[in-house]
């Protein structure tokens, strides 16, 4: 499969930035991780929101490993978030990072949001990796708490992503892209479905952008030169999910 070019990461004249951001479900780094950090490297991220990283013995190690095969280091979260992670490319300046644990319902496993503000070139970003339930009526609330969160980071424009356990049509999918921009339905690129690699039947995974953010391109980069069908299938239990967004400049940084 031939793909049309997605928009390489870049600052624009005007302050403005192009960034590419990927989310993924790492399946705690279970499976080929040699293949997982290739489809990383491949896709060339400025942000990828992580899900299901390694949260036991010795996870920091583990992360590390993982950013360093893949050209980027560790911005937060892991077990200290509950699974969800974010890593970066040395294009961001971190202005902080805050690992948030949800309220946990007895009996199913706990969740939480990695989140950040970076600066990438002239823009000023809000990140956050989410990993939702699998229980409809939690993940709907949890879905509600993600919103909040954004808004409670107080920046002019964020990205969230991450494996939703939800499809387009879902509650809780519909409540967030209500809100946010889908970028898979603004600006189609790529593959559609995540989940699984070997047979893909369901959109779980996605990567939402607020309202000011442009969408260049969305969607699964099988095809991308430098991704193998091998090492996708490989990596991980996901396909990961690449976005070409042009973040507007947000003028100068608070004193």
């Keep these: 499969m031939v793909m049309t070019p997605l928009p390489d990461s870049r600052t624009e004249p005007d302050g403005s930035a192009v960034v590419r951001v990927l989310t993924y479900n790492v399946r705690s780094m279970r499976d080929d991780t040699a293949a997982l950090a290739r489809v ?25 490993r993982l950013a360093k095969r893949s050209g980027l280091v560790v911005l937060g979260g892991g077990a200290t978030a509950a699974g969800p992670m974010l890593l970066c490319s040395l294009r961001a300046t971190v202005e902080r990072t805050e690992d948030i644990l949800l309220p946990r319902t007895p009996g199913l496993h706990r969740r939480g949001f990695a989140t950040a503000v970076v600066r990438i070139a002239g823009t000023r970003i809000g990140v956050l990796s989410c990993h939702l339930s699998l229980q409809r009526e939690e993940r709907l609330a949890q879905s509600e708490l993600l919103l909040r969160q954004l808004e409670a980071m107080d920046v002019p ?16 999918f519909r409540h967030v892209a209500g809100r946010l921009q889908d970028c898979w339905a603004v600006a189609p690129w790529g593959g559609e479905l995540t989940f699984t690699p070997g047979d893909p039947r369901r959109r779980i995974d996605a990567v939402f952008a607020t309202h000011g953010i442009e969408v260049l391109g969305c969607g699964v980069p099988a095809g991308l030169p430098g991704i193998d069908e091998a090492d ?14 042009r973040v507007p400049a947000s003028g100068p940084e608070p004193a």
């Design 40 to 64: 990383i490297r491949a896709c060339a991220p400025d942000l990828v929101l992580v899900q299901e990283a390694p949260r036991f013995f010795r996870w920091r190690k583990a992360a590390a």
């Design 157 to 172: 424009h964020a990205v969230a992503a991450g494996d939703l356990n939800d499809v387009p049509t879902g509650k809780a």
């Design 232 to 245: 996708l299938r490989a990596a991980t239990d996901h396909l990961p999910v690449l976005a070409a967004l």
